[in-house]
């Protein structure tokens, strides 16, 4: 996406420039021609507006009061204003400054919108955008502040059931590296003298003592390094790919995270086809939501659409259905609710993955105990053994 700057004739024959966002300027110039201009030049901007961070601005207590504004009666844009002038945050203004500029300018709110893809996704324009053609923006609004705190209910739920094992973990590694950076060499100083009678097991601790001892700042290098590849592993897009390819091969959790994926993929096309979103424009929009090796199925889904294939039928042909959403498909098909079933069927298997998630976290818990507990103890075990040794020679 790149910053043009459009010359138009507005209302009065005035020449104003305008400013959009769009794939090239071919695309800038529809863009303003949508908006009722006539377009005169359109020029690549020498400069961007300042992006902010998806992370930074408060989409949905954004959408939240919007909607509060405009179903007290306020026009657009003196709410528009309005949360402007009560904003705090320099970065959070500067966007909503900006929408008030555009807005007043004549254009569509929608077209506001995206001159900040960074910040408003594309579901949330595209469907301001089908409001902005039916009347009915405090509905789409709700919609879309219902659809987000479901996605982030169960994201809660999987974070939660993350919580414990992460904090065992990370309690194991610190008990695990006091005993390896403090405690062994200080058992290993007294084992030194007696190298002949000690297990392999026992050796290797003094080795790993003496190491210490020459090179003192080997451990702050270490847990450094580790930190920092940790760090850039984790922010790595070939290493999230990785890590979904093998977590898709353990048969149990694989098959869930299809499910999860299929799920956000359900209720984004749900909120979407009762935002007044076409069902090829809703399937294709919400591409994004799916994992990379989905996406060319669900391209084939909407060929088949458009070729004049059902619905349910393509979509059971690329394995992106249930048995379950399969009947519901079917059921609102027939009877052209689609969006309803498909936020049905999403909702349906939010209270499966929720289940699952609790009977993991409580088979998983007790299992991160006990490998952390055997590696601990196979620490201790290796300090101690000598003593027995050193006893059983001396008798």
């Not at 760090?231 to 995270?257: Q, T």
């Not at 393509?314 to 498909?329: A, I």
């Not at 349906?348 to 299992?367: G, Q």
Request: glycine letters at 6%; one cysteine or more.
């Amino acid at each position: 996406m790149h910053h043009y700057t459009v010359k138009v004739l507005r209302a009065g024959r005035q020449v104003v420039s305008l400013e959009y966002v769009a794939l090239d300027e071919l695309h800038a110039a529809a863009q303003a021609r949508r908006d009722g201009f006539e377009v005169l030049l359109v020029r690549v901007k020498s400069w961007q507006f300042s992006k902010v961070r998806k992370q930074t601005f408060p989409l949905l207590s954004f959408s939240q009061e919007l909607r509060t504004l405009v179903d007290a009666g306020i026009p657009l844009l003196e709410a528009l204003r309005t949360l402007a002038e009560k904003e705090r945050s320099h970065a959070v203004k500067r966007v909503l400054d900006t929408l008030v500029e555009v807005v007043n300018e004549g254009r569509r709110f929608s077209s506001a919108l995206e001159q900040f893809p960074d910040v408003f996704p594309q579901l949330f324009v595209a469907t301001i955008s089908a409001s902005e053609e039916t009347g009915d923006m405090s509905p789409a609004l709700l919609r879309y502040v219902i659809y987000q705190e479901q996605l982030n209910e169960i994201k809660k739920k999987v974070f939660n059931a993350l919580i414990y094992p992460v904090l065992l973990f990370v309690v194991g590694g610190l008990v695990s590296l006091f005993l390896l950076l403090y405690v062994v060499p200080k058992f290993a100083q007294i084992y030194e003298d007696h190298r002949g009678a000690l297990s392999w097991s026992s050796l290797l601790l003094v080795e790993w003592s003496k190491l210490l001892t020459e090179y003192s700042y080997l451990p702050a290098v270490l847990i450094l390094g580790c930190a920092m590849s940790l760090f850039y592993i984790i922010r790595s897009s070939r290493f999230h790919r990785f890590f979904a390819d093998v977590i898709r091969k353990i048969p149990a959790v694989g098959e869930r995270l299809h499910l999860y994926q299929l799920t956000r993929f359900y209720r984004t096309v749900g909120m979407l086809l009762r935002s007044g979103i076409p069902l090829v424009d809703a399937f294709e929009m919400s591409a994004g939501i799916l994992q990379t090796d989905l996406r060319p199925k669900l391209a084939q889904v909407v060929l088949e659409i458009r070729q004049g294939f059902g619905v349910t039928h393509s979509l059971e042909k690329q394995h992106l259905t249930t048995p379950v959403v399969l009947r519901m498909l079917s059921v609102g098909e027939r009877s052209g609710n689609m969006g309803e079933m498909m936020e049905r069927a999403a909702d349906f298997h939010d209270e499966e993955i929720a289940r699952w998630l609790e009977w993991f976290s409580r088979l998983f818990e007790p299992l991160l105990m006990l490998v952390i507990g055997v590696f601990i103890g196979a620490i201790v075990v290796a300090m101690y053994l000598p003593i027995f040794e050193l006893i059983g020679d001396a008798n």
